[in-house]
């Protein structure tokens, strides 16, 4: 016999005798004057049947009626009703559910045996239940509280029921169960048993009247409780589809990067150096976390627009006069690709601009000085010096202090002198190549980048950017 054919076998065995042990146990311990009033117990167990027409399903399991009357069966008779209630109820529902066989014995399980536990634990802590006259208002709550603590137990107990089920059934672990199925019914749970309460001391009071007049309270609580977890389960359904957009919207442009990497590998390291050092220059230079993240960004996709070249152009022999036209053309290019998506303004408009020279004869704009954007500024700095530094596909690389040197050189023509200087003694600081140990997909962080788009933001550069190609008048 296969191992797991074995377990459940093993299970249900465990189940069984479970079961048996609990009836035997009961027969010993009821007491007879828990049986009655025998209208109160017909009218319980009436609930009990008909409470299915009160269950909710949910995306975390079931939510019905039958804790409340468990918890009136607790209190107001005794753990042998109280069982009796729980097997009611879930026989019902098993059978109008249409539920396979296999299921009932586990359902008998979880639903008789923690209803009787905890009504055993009410009775030791209330004493007789069923005799019991609860008309002053100390007693009141002390009897309150008491069946409180037994609705707790009773949740606790039948979900350890429940969870060797799970785990025989699918695997499903108990750390998993408890995120999953048990902590997100329980304030909903407790209230109800917090209704049942209520009803506990009335019944005290008033008798029956209590019981029948509560009715209409209960289906007011369903129709609240029925809208409320549909609301919870569309604001579940709209955070995976915002969470499923979100992706989308970082696997595009990272597919390009990393399409762009497999036909030229040094490009993906490229971006994550350049993307290390501008994020340090940007936080150097006192940039807010939100635009450190799109200087970041922008530096890791700024190449983006060279995945529309051909190979001859990613691998050149030599270069025509087309060639290039089209290779002027990868900021266009690179911000056309990235500023279609929600959010991406900011980085696109930072590509778009990454190859302008401060003295307004870079392409393709021919912007001049604080006219480039900074991101755009602080990206060229960090290129250039990450270029000349690894010289991967222009010659051997430059000692990093010749690169510095040539840094100053054009810095005020092409680059942003004070960037310049910034850059130099962040160098000098955090070590002439720290951003060369940079990964891209460490860079990327893309589940954690996912995860920040899908949280509400405000409406500050998300609108997709516009292909401002501006001319100096």
């Given amino acids: 016999m296969p191992a797991r054919k074995l377990i459940k076998h093993l299970f249900w065995s465990a189940e069984v005798v479970l079961l048996a042990g609990t009836v035997v146990l009961g027969a010993l311990l009821s007491h007879a004057d828990e049986w009655h009033p025998m209208s109160l117990l017909a009218l319980l167990i009436g609930l009990a049947a ?16 039958s804790l409340g009357v468990m ?54 802590l209330a004493g007789d239940v069923a005799g019991m006259d609860h008309h002053s208002a100390s007693e009141s709550v002390v009897f309150g509280l008491i069946l409180l603590a037994g609705a707790f137990v009773l949740l606790v107990v039948n979900f350890v029921l429940f969870v060797p089920e799970l785990l025989v059934r699918d695997g499903r672990r108990p750390k ?18 917090v209704i049942a309460i209520v009803l506990a001391i009335a019944y005290r009071a008033i008798g029956m009247p209590a019981l029948f007049a509560a009715i209409p309270v209960l289906l007011i609580f369903r129709h609240l409780t029925v809208a409320l977890m549909r609301s919870e389960q569309r604001a579940e359904q709209l955070d995976r ?27 993906l390291r490229h971006g994550a150096a350049v993307a290390s050092y501008a994020k340090a220059l940007a936080i150097e230079v006192g940039c807010d976390e939100e635009e450190q993240e799109a200087i970041h960004l922008t530096g890791l996709l700024h190449d983006i627009g060279k995945f529309t070249w051909s190979d001859r152009i990613l691998h050149p022999e030599q270069l025509t006069d087309a060639d290039w ?36 004869t870079g392409y393709p704009a021919g912007l001049i000085g604080s006219e480039i954007p900074l991101a755009s500024r602080i990206v060229a700095v960090c290129s250039i010096y990450d270029t000349m530094t690894k010289r991967e596909t222009y010659g051997p690389p430059m000692p990093p202090e010749e690169a510095i040197a040539e840094l100053r050189r054009i810095a005020g023509a092409q680059l942003d002198a004070t960037l310049v200087e910034t850059f130099i003694a962040l160098l000098e600081r955090k070590g002439l190549t720290f951003g060369q140990e940079a990964d891209y997909r460490t860079e990327l962080s893309f589940e954690n980048r ?23 008048d």
């Fill in 176 to 193: 998993r169960a408890v995120r999953e199925l048990f902590l997100p019914t329980l304030p909903s749970e407790l209230s109800v048993g």
């Fill in 325 to 360: 036209a089209v290779i002027r053309r990868h900021p266009q290019d690179g911000a056309m690709m990235v500023g279609k998506f929600d959010g991406f303004g900011p980085v696109a408009d930072g590509i778009l601009y990454h190859h302008e020279r401060m003295d307004g």
């Fill in 450 to 472: 996912v995860r920040k788009m899908a949280q509400p933001q405000s409406d500050a550069g998300r609108s997709p950017v516009a292909m401002r190609l501006r001319q100096r």
């Fill in 241 to 267: 589809r915002t969470r499923q957009l979100a992706s989308f919207q970082w696997a595009v442009p990272s597919t390009f990067m990393e399409g762009l990497g497999l036909r030229d590998p040094t490009a």
């Fill in 71 to 124: 918890t009136l069966a607790m209190g107001l008779l005794g753990p042998g009703p109280a069982a009796l209630c729980g097997v009611t109820a879930i026989g019902v529902n098993s059978a109008v559910r249409g539920r396979p066989l296999s299921t009932w014995l586990n359902n008998f399980v979880v639903f008789g045996v923690a209803a009787f536990v905890a009504g055993l634990i009410v009775r030791a």
């Fill in 50 to 65: 008909g409470g299915e027409w009160f269950t909710v399903e949910t995306s975390a399991g079931v939510l019905s009626s």
